[in-house]
């Protein structure tokens, strides 16, 4: 007889009910993997998941009202309300409350309002399974907005609750781990437990995750070494280190269904691995929507995405204006930093037949991009993952990346470029690299159909998932 298991898969947001950013994407496309697993993979076993999500007032999906139920705070109960909607068959739970309805964004700019939000929502989650009459296996977190699930699940397993229940946090992005919750868990009766945490981190959420987590998923293999040093751990290294056997790297996937240049409608002319040139069409589109010079030959180079020091945008700014022997265009589509979209306008100014500079979030615009741009440019300082690379070459826009964390582990020599330090310098050889290699023109369309054919489905990641919680369930007997 086929064994379920029963994993709550909890985030801060999923697509396409909300979405901020990649954990979006991650929490949309993983459980919907896990459930759609072959036979092969999971051999007798089935997949019962069930996304919660906090009931950000953004949401406007059509749920119906499940449940209400108490939750005790400094000796007065809040309200809990859970409405049910569905994501292609998967039940999704909504979770109201005032710590959430009274914010009106899915992130607030002031931590302290965070923690309340994420607090109340990781404690309401945590009782799901007994208001739904729900056994649950494995109680899936990501990042330190849920990471008090598990750190609870934990004090409650101490208590003797939840025997049966293992935890996994899926880490994203370790620099954000969340404010003090010394107060917010006094306030719930719930303590600071004893860990060998460093002092500063005993009381914020990502932390107090690592330290109650069955297993820990950092989201590629390069960037769960790479916290293990100082470089990367943000001062965690020492006790990651410690904690190293529940440790282990699983790449993010990519929704290839969703992300497909054969079937995007936001491209103009639509496109497979084995007719690459029709590419060209959409570079012609993109360069007349943006205003820019119609040319064929000229390599485009593009950038995507947050607006960030994190993303060497500064890097990429200060490489492309003194990469004057050359011709080239530059598109950036993205917003962040002040400081940084003043450089960008800037460039735009300095080359105004070359630049265009798109200040916003425009997710037919950044398809249209990867569909027709020749190089993206990724200059990381970290990234645990990322999945713009990825998209770019689905769509035969070839990246050029500094080897860091999942960017080392999704681009070889085959698909992309690669620098190892993170410098001018370095960006500079790798992107001369590029474009000499783009003036072949047989040499440029091999790479690109190579990058093409590259398999970024969610198939592997789901199977390594799954391996997981079997590993861990087997501990559990």
């Known amino acids: ?34 459930r759609n ?9 089935v997949l019962d998941v069930r996304l919660v999500l906090p009931h950000h007032g953004v949401i406007k999906a059509d749920a119906r009202p499940l449940a209400i139920f108490p939750l005790e705070r400094d000796g007065k109960e809040l309200s809990v309300q859970v409405s049910e909607t569905a994501l292609d068959g998967m039940p999704v739970y909504l979770i109201g409350g005032d710590p959430i309805s009274s ?126 040093t100082p470089e990367f751990g943000c001062g965690l290294e020492d006790f990651i280190h410690r904690r190293r056997e529940i440790l282990r790297g699983i790449l993010n996937g990519l929704d290839t269904d969703s992300f497909n240049p054969a079937t995007d409608p936001a491209v103009p002319f639509q496109f497979t691995s084995e007719n690459p040139a029709i590419r060209e069409k959409n570079k012609t589109a993109l360069q007349e929507k943006l205003g820019l010079p119609v040319d064929a030959v000229t390599p485009m180079i593009a950038m995507v995405g947050r607006m960030e020091r994190q993303k060497g945008v500064d890097l990429a700014l200060g490489v492309m204006k003194k990469l004057t022997d050359v011709p080239w265009q530059f598109v950036l589509l993205g917003t962040g930093d002040p400081a940084l979209e003043d450089a960008a306008q800037k460039l735009r100014a300095e080359f105004p037949g070359r630049v265009r500079v798109e200040l916003r979030f ?65 960006l500079r050889a790798a992107l001369v690299k590029a474009l000499a290699v783009y003036s072949d023109r047989e040499r440029w369309r091999a790479l690109q159909q190579s990058a093409m054919r590259k398999d970024f489905s969610w198939a592997e990641p789901a199977r390594e998932y799954f391996e997981l919680y079997q590993t861990l369930l087997e501990k559990q007997k």
């Open 362 to 426: 425009d997710g037919a615009l950044a398809r249209q991009i990867y569909a027709a741009a020749d190089m993206l440019l990724m200059p990381s300082r970290y990234e645990p993952c990322g999945l713009a690379q990825m998209i770019a070459m689905r769509y035969g826009c070839i990246p050029v990346v500094h080897a860091v964390g999942g960017l080392e582990d999704t681009v070889t020599d085959a698909t992309g470029f690669r620098f190892k330090s993170a410098t001018p310098r370095s």
């Open 1 to 34: 007889m086929p064994k379920t298991i029963h994993v709550l898969f909890l985030a801060a947001e999923a697509d396409p009910f909300v979405k901020v950013g990649g954990l979006g994407d991650v929490a949309n496309a993983l459980p919907r993997a896990l």
């Open 37 to 45: 697993l072959p036979a092969e993979a999971r051999g007798d076993s």
């Open 103 to 228: 914010v009106g964004s899915v992130y607030s700019s002031n931590p302290a309002v965070d923690a309340e939000k994420y607090s109340f929502f990781s404690l309401a989650a945590l009782e799901l399974p007994r208001i739904l009459n729900w056994h649950v296996d494995i109680l899936h977190a990501h990042d330190w907005h849920t990471a008090l699930a598990v750190y609870a699940l934990l004090l409650r397993r101490w208590a003797g609750g939840m025997k049966g229940t293992a935890s996994v946090l899926t880490l994203h992005n370790l620099p954000y781990m969340g404010a003090d919750v010394t107060d917010i868990l006094a306030s719930y009766n719930l303590p600071i437990a004893q860990t060998d945490l460093p002092d500063w981190a005993r009381a914020l959420p990502l932390p107090l995750g690592l330290f109650s987590s069955d297993a820990v998923a950092a989201v590629s293999p390069s960037y769960a070494r790479e916290i293990l």
